[in-house]
């Protein structure tokens, strides 16, 4: 055991090593927009409620891992090395909890309790290494992720825990006490750091039939997954039954189906086992967002081959269950580990982030399959020790100068764009970081070939906002954009509008404040009339869409035809529209005349306000009020 213990202190401190060169690395993706409330926080400017309360993420706006991140910027202030250096310490955290639950799964098996702390330690350490995590410990939001699995493991810990106890001791009230008391505070405490603690049951299952198959099951435990496992679930198959909508609904923003995005989890799930099992560093990245959707069993063809490897293993674990139970324990960590995020929920195709708990399963399931192998070595008469111990050097070499390259590649915005754009040259994502960076280093030839791949890409989408970002740097750059990408981009546009499209617009309004040549304000308030317009499958209450319908208006105003903003700024006006937006719909109305139509759209806003809105909402009521004071001639020209 303490040799064990030596080995995974030992590996945290060359963990510390790897990934040190990557904590100042830029933040990416949804890190800012996640995590401005705490630059205003820091500033003054919110409240410590607002952090906790207010946040974006989740149906709860994850508080406990928001509260972590605060604790980070209080220290360290706003800044990417405080967050991922303190990503760093939970991951370390982790590992230990690892070592821990491994090895009480491994003493549950006849074949690996002689050698339980080693199964554990080496588990625990290629965990740590492993160049896969880098995407969740160097991305500073997956905090959220990471505090979420922390509390999975150490309720899975907590429940062989006690189910020890109450095996050996049938009366032991107290264990069965904290296992209906401490198993739901540990899956609250995770699921407000993010939804996948939810899991929690469901892996106990996993562990109850993999550690406790020869066993009779107590009545404290059919309680246990009764009330805790059971009963949840019918619950929520009904809730989401009565109101199919809560899952629908997110399918509006995407150019994929819950048929397609199952279908393509087939292969997003065999190709992470084989991210796992076989590391291949340069091909790892935060950018994935080309992955390609499966659209039928044999569109690509390796969805239904995908179907078979994921069917075959499952049979196979289930036929080894008691011959290998580590393999049976760890795939259904991997599945049931995967459960929601590769489920019919609306969320993007593919992440590596998402198997930050699932790997535990493949690595133990590894383990079980090499210590069974080599088992039948020794039967044969052959001594296999000290080849796996070479062995398993070797490979935690590997995966530290791995997880080595991923952190250097995280430690600048332009490693990290140039690795993506190699490995997914189709991406939107990838192309457009490295246009960024080409940008702030005025590197024209990189822009251009950026954009030239995005132009020549097979998704339409990504062709057209190819077309559309070549229109923006030159309106950014040169004030003199090519009306011709403008028509290519509409042309190439899908008849649905995505979550993406209000970010990349937003920066197109923000940085053309004048005429940008032959392209005019009205000319870009009527691309984006015509993309909405033919967005007919989205109703106007859709975010993304009275977003893009508010930012037309905003188009228009600016190009001085306040009839066509009226018109924009009331089709954005929906019930769940912001009530900052009644600001250019009233100042609209007011220029078109339409004072009690202004009147009323303030009234409407009023109710809605929060707090923050309240500064805003009574320059507009003065503005009202002095619209209704001048001349029925000269409304037209109210502010």
Same mark, same amino acid.
């Given at each position: 055991m303490q040799?064990?213990?030596?080995w995974l ?5 060359i963990?510390?090593v790897?990934y040190?060169?990557?904590? #100042? ?8 927009y996640?995590?401005e409330?705490?630059?205003h926080?820091l500033q003054g400017e919110?409240?410590?409620r %607002?952090v906790?309360f207010d946040?974006? #993420?989740?149906m709860f $706006?994850r508080p406990?891992a /928001?509260?972590?991140?605060?604790? =980070? ?5 706003y800044?990417p090395?405080?967050?991922?250096l ?7 955290l982790?590992?230990g909890?690892?070592f821990?639950?491994?090895?009480r799964?491994?003493l549950r098996d006849?074949h690996?309790? $002689?050698?339980?702390?080693i199964v554990?330690a080496?588990?625990a350490t290629?965990?740590?290494?492993? !160049? ?8 500073a ?10 509390c ?5 810990w907590?429940?062989?825990? /006690?189910r020890?106890?109450?095996t050996?001791?049938s009366d032991?009230r107290?264990a069965?006490a904290t296992?209906?008391i ?8 995770g ?5 996948n603690?939810?899991?929690?049951p ?6 109850e039939?993999?550690?406790y198959r020869?066993t009779?099951?107590p009545p404290?435990?059919?309680a246990?997954?009764?009330t805790?496992?059971?009963?949840p679930?019918?619950?929520g198959?009904?809730?989401l039954?009565s ?6 609904s $997110?399918y509006?923003?995407r150019d ?10 087939a292969?997003?799930?065999c ?5 796992i099992?076989?590391? &291949? !560093?340069p091909s790892?990245?935060?950018y994935?967002?080309d992955?390609?959707?499966s659209?039928?069993l044999?569109s690509?063809p ?6 078979l490897v994921?069917a075959?293993?499952?049979l %196979?674990a ?6 290998i139970p580590?393999?049976f324990?760890?795939w259904?960590?991997?599945?049931v580990?995967?459960?929601?995020e =590769?489920?019919?929920?609306p969320?993007?195709l593919y992440f590596?982030h ?6 535990v399963g493949v ?8 210590v069974a192998g ?5 039967k ?6 000290r080849?796996?111990a070479?062995?398993?050097v070797?490979?935690?070499a590997l995966?530290?100068f791995?997880?080595h ?7 600048? !915005?332009?490693?990290?764009?140039? #690795? ?6 189709q991406s939107l994502r990838?192309?457009?970081?490295l246009?960024?960076v080409?940008q ?6 990189a822009v ?5 791949r995005?132009?020549a890409?097979?998704n339409?989408?990504t ?5 559309f970002?070549r229109?923006?740097?030159?309106c950014a750059?040169?004030r003199n954009?090519n009306p011709d990408d403008l028509?290519q981009?509409?042309?190439? /546009?899908?008849?649905?509008? =995505?979550y993406a ?7 197109l ?5 004048q005429r940008? $040549?032959a392209?005019t304000?009205?000319m870009?308030?009527?691309a ?8 007919t499958?989205?109703?106007?209450g ?5 977003r893009?319908? &508010? /930012?037309a208006?905003r188009?228009?105003?600016r190009?001085?035809?306040w ?7 009331l089709?954005?006006?929906q019930?769940?529209t912001d ?6 719909l009233?100042?609209a109305?007011?220029?078109t005349?339409?004072? %009690?139509g202004a ?8 109710r809605?306000?929060k707090?923050a809105d309240?500064?805003g909402?009574?320059?507009l ?7 209704r004071k001048?001349?029925?001639?000269n409304?037209?020209a109210?502010?």
């Open positions: 040799k064990s213990k030596a202190l030992l590996a945290m401190a963990t510390v790897v040190w060169v990557g904590l #100042s690395g830029p933040l990416v993706l949804d890190d800012h996640n995590l409330v705490l630059q926080w919110a409240t410590l %607002a906790l946040g974006r #993420s989740g $706006g406990l /928001m509260a972590s991140l605060a604790l =980070s910027a209080g220290l360290g202030g800044a090395f405080a967050f991922k303190g990503n760093l310490l939970v991951h370390l982790i590992g909890v690892v821990a639950l491994i090895r799964i491994a006849p690996m309790a $002689g050698r339980a702390d554990a080496l588990v290629l965990w740590l290494l492993h !160049p896969l995590n880098a995407g969740t410990v160097l991305y939001v997956q905090r959220m992720a990471q505090l979420s699995v922390l999975m493991l150490a309720g899975m907590l429940y062989l825990a /006690m020890h106890r109450i050996t001791r032991d107290a069965v296992l209906f401490g198993i739901p505070l540990l899956l609250v405490a699921f407000l750091s993010k939804e603690a939810l899991l929690l469901a892996l106990c299952l996993v562990l039939f993999g550690c020869d009779s099951r404290a435990i059919k246990f997954f009764g805790c496992l059971a009963l679930f019918v619950l198959i009904a809730l039954a109101n199919p909508a809560r899952i629908t $997110g509006l923003v994929f189906d819950w048929q397609q995005r199952l279908l393509t989890q292969r997003a799930l190709d992470y086992m084989w991210k099992l076989v590391p &291949n !560093p790892m990245g935060v994935t967002d992955y390609a959707i659209t039928g044999l690509p390796a969805t239904l081959v995908a179907i994921l075959g293993v499952t %196979a289930w036929q080894l269950r008691k011959r580590a393999l324990i760890g259904g960590i991997f599945l580990g995967h459960a929601i =590769s489920s019919v929920l969320l993007e590596e998402r198997n930050y708990l699932p790997m690595l133990y399931a590894a383990m079980g399959l090499a080599g088992d039948a070595l020794r044969a008469g052959l001594r296999p020790g080849i796996g070479v062995l398993a070797g490979l935690v995966l530290a791995g997880a390259g991923r952190a250097r590649v995280w430690s600048s !915005p332009e490693t990290l764009a140039v #690795s993506a754009v190699t490995s997914h040259p990838a192309n457009m970081a246009v960024r080409a702030q280093q005025n590197n024209r030839e251009t070939q950026a954009l030239d995005l132009i890409a097979d339409p989408r062709r057209a906002m190819g077309y970002n229109l923006y740097l030159a750059l040169d954009g028509r981009a509409v042309a190439l /546009m899908p008849p649905r509008v =995505s499209d209000p970010e990349f617009f937003g920066l309004l923000d940085n053309t404040p940008c $040549g392209v304000d009205r870009l308030g009527d984006l009339d015509t993309l909405l317009d033919r967005a499958a989205q109703p106007d859709e975010w993304a869409k009275w893009l319908r &508010n /930012m208006a188009f228009y105003a190009g001085g035809d009839q066509r903003t009226r018109e924009q700024a089709l954005a006006w019930p769940g009530p900052a937006a009644a600001e250019l009233v100042r109305q007011l220029r005349g339409d004072i %009690a009147e009323r759209i303030w009234e409407e806003a009023s809605r306000a707090p309240q500064e909402l009574r320059w009521r003065r503005q009202i009020d002095i619209a001048q001349p029925q001639s409304a037209g109210s502010p």
